[in-house]
């Protein structure tokens, strides 16, 4: 027989049954779903309206002129090289590991509000900066409305529909959205290749490969100045996220608004810690970090808080990975052994 004695079918039977509650266990205590954790603020210098974007795992955070790297994993910050023109109120949006900062505004006592048309890529990878053709027209309040899908860039707000298309450097214009929306009455976020604009008054879906609009279930609490991002379905379910905004004038809310782009429905999730109007927020992983924005007029906040969104299962830790195949290396080696034994026996 291939278990002879019933000391090795006990250990073989231990082994086994140690290894399926641990994992059941493991995996039940590690889904924290809709749970909120402080993180480390924004460095002083980044106090005022910031964008983030994502590369290679790092969020860079970007407003005025400076430009800082938070590496999530770490929970550290750490200065990156400036943006070449100093301005805020820009569009970003992030493209196979480049970051492009467009358009944007910043006042100045001699010359009041300067508006810029600039278009300029930062490369984590060299922590360098490159000019690219500028926009057409000079704009700001471009926070909510600038988006990279299939390698276009685009800009989307009132009745203007800017592209640039990335390989060629250049500028073309496209279908503005059927119900113009000023920029400060939504905010938008790329989800399976289309883009999303979530407003007070509608959700408007751009499907940039047909070049159509669609119309949205509209989110139950018509906030403004919010900031929106999604999952990706890897480690959580796929979804899109609203966060903060205000009702009412000056009074921010810690509001979390959960849309399931595919059932076209609408939840509430965990509300912030920190209520806030115009954050910016990022995705590494599928965990959500929500950071800055304004509590009250212009009371600018250096908050970083991460959200564990629905359906969240994180990363096993490498030794919880290898310990299955241990297990089965040690079941196996029983087993072997006690097939030499019955063989050296016969």
């Known amino acids: 027989m291939l278990f002879n004695t019933k000391k090795t079918k006990t250990t073989i039977v231990l082994l086994l049954s140690f290894s399926v509650p641990f994992f059941l266990v493991f995996s039940a205590n590690a889904i924290d779903e809709g749970s909120w954790v402080t993180k480390a603020p924004m460095p002083s210098q980044l106090g005022g ?40 109120s820009f569009g970003l949006a992030f493209y196979q590991n480049k970051i492009y900062v467009i358009g944007g505004s910043q006042w100045t006592q001699e010359d009041g509000v300067i508006y810029f048309c ?133 009074q921010s809310t810690n509001i979390t608004q959960v849309y399931d782009p595919i059932n076209d429905t609408w939840t509430l999730g965990a509300p912030m810690l920190t209520a806030r109007t115009g954050p910016d927020c990022a995705v590494v992983n599928d965990a959500i970090y929500v950071l800055g924005g304004m509590s009250g007029r212009l009371a600018y906040e250096l908050v970083n808080e991460q959200y564990l969104p629905i359906g969240y299962i994180p990363e096993f830790p490498s030794w919880v990975t290898i310990l299955p195949l241990l297990i089965t290396v040690i079941v196996i080696l029983i087993i072997y052994k006690q097939r030499l034994h019955a063989i050296s026996s016969a």
């Open 49 to 88: 309206s910031v964008r983030a974007g994502v590369v290679n795992g790092k969020i860079y955070v970007m407003g005025n002129s400076v430009n800082f790297e938070y590496d999530p994993s770490m929970d550290v910050w750490v200065e990156k090289t400036s943006m070449p023109t100093s301005r805020d």
């Open 118 to 250: 600039t278009n300029e890529v930062y490369d984590p990878l060299t922590n360098t900066w490159e000019n690219k053709e500028p926009m057409p027209t000079n704009r700001t309040g471009l926070w909510g409305s600038t988006n990279a899908v299939n390698g276009k860039i685009h800009i989307i707000v009132d009745d203007i529909h800017d592209i640039y298309t990335i390989a060629t450097d250049s500028w073309t214009t496209g279908t503005p959205m059927p119900i113009p929306q000023a920029s400060s009455r939504f905010s938008s976020t790329v989800f399976e290749n289309k883009i999303y604009i979530l407003g007070t008054d509608a959700t408007q879906v751009y499907d940039s490969e047909s070049e159509t609009w669609s119309l949205g279930a509209i989110s139950p609490i018509g906030a403004y100045q919010t900031s929106a991002c999604a999952t990706t379905g890897v480690m959580a379910l796929k979804r899109i996220y609203l966060f903060g905004g205000e009702e009412i004038l000056f």
